[in-house]
């Protein structure tokens, strides 16, 4: 995932039409649209 000029390790928790939600290192969840994730 991309968050701000840096890309962070996240694990996907959910798939949804909106966007992705997923679960950062330090525990934190969010909802990211695709175009901020780094594969």
Same mark, same amino acid.
Do not use: C, P
């Given at each position: 995932?991309?968050? #701000?000029?840096?890309?962070?390790?996240?694990?996907?928790?959910? &798939?949804?039409?909106? #966007?992705?939600?997923?679960?950062?290192?330090?525990?934190?969840?969010? &909802?990211?649209?695709?175009?901020?994730?780094?594969?």
């Amino acid at each position: 995932m991309k968050a #701000g000029n840096n890309a962070m390790d996240a694990t996907v928790l959910e &798939i949804t039409k909106d #966007g992705v939600r997923v679960q950062l290192n330090s525990g934190m969840s969010l &909802i990211v649209r695709a175009e901020h994730l780094v594969f």
